[in-house]
Structures are given as C-alpha cells and as structure tokens.
C-alpha cells in the first residue's frame, strides 16, 4: 500500500514562509508526478503546482513566483515552499503521487496539513 504523509503546516502572518513536505512510502516503483493541490473552506479542490518525472513544473496563476515545488527523488519526497504567504493561501493543503501500476496510473492523497495565514 502506498501512503504519504505531509507536514510542515500552521499559522502564519501574512508575509511569511511555509514549507511544506510529503513523504511517499510503499509500493512504489514509478511515479509520474507529484503535486501540491489545497481546499479553501466551501471551495472545490484545486491545483497549487506540479512536478512530473522528468523536472518540469507548474502552478496555478494565484501563486505563480510565490511558491516553488520541488522533490528529492531518491527519498520520495515532494515539497512546497511557499513565499509572500497571503490570507487567501488559507486551505488545507494536499499533495499528491501518480504512480504508473500495472499499465495504469494512480493518484494517492495525502491526509492534509492546514495552512492558516492571519492578515
């Protein structure tokens, strides 16, 4: 069974840093990407940035030259520095594996670290 556990969340002022970190454990033999998505309070899910297999990233336009997603391979890990924290990056903050599994690709979760920034 593959599991990740996230970490690295709390309250902030607005202003401050945050990182965040997943670690991935398990089955694990191929991952195709791995991201960072959050869930506001009465939002919908949505995606924060991305990191494939290959290094190449993205991120959601809101926090475009505030956050950088970055993974350490070798210890199936993927982390999230977040910069210039604002009052709207409140949400829980979930990160995410696509694992390629028997010709077909899966998407585990985390649990979820909340990230609170006070104004």
């Known amino acids: 069974q593959v599991q990740l556990v996230e970490s690295g969340g709390g309250l902030v002022q607005a202003g401050a840093s945050l990182k965040l970190s997943c670690a991935a454990s398990?089955?694990?033999?191929?991952?195709?990407?791995m991201g960072w998505y959050r869930q506001a309070p009465g939002k919908q899910r949505e995606l924060v940035a991305v990191?494939?297999?290959?290094?190449?990233?993205n991120y959601a336009d809101s926090v475009k030259g505030r956050f950088t997603i970055s993974r350490d391979n070798a210890k199936n890990t993927v982390y999230l520095q977040m910069n210039s924290l604002k009052p709207e990056d409140t949400a829980v903050y979930y990160c995410?594996?696509?694992?390629?599994?028997?010709?077909?690709?899966?998407?585990?979760w985390g649990q979820g670290t909340q990230v609170t920034v006070s104004s």
């Open positions: 398990g089955s694990i033999f191929s991952i195709n990407a």
């Open positions: 990191i494939t297999s290959g290094g190449s990233t």
């Open positions: 995410s594996v696509d694992l390629l599994e028997r010709g077909h690709t899966f998407r585990y």
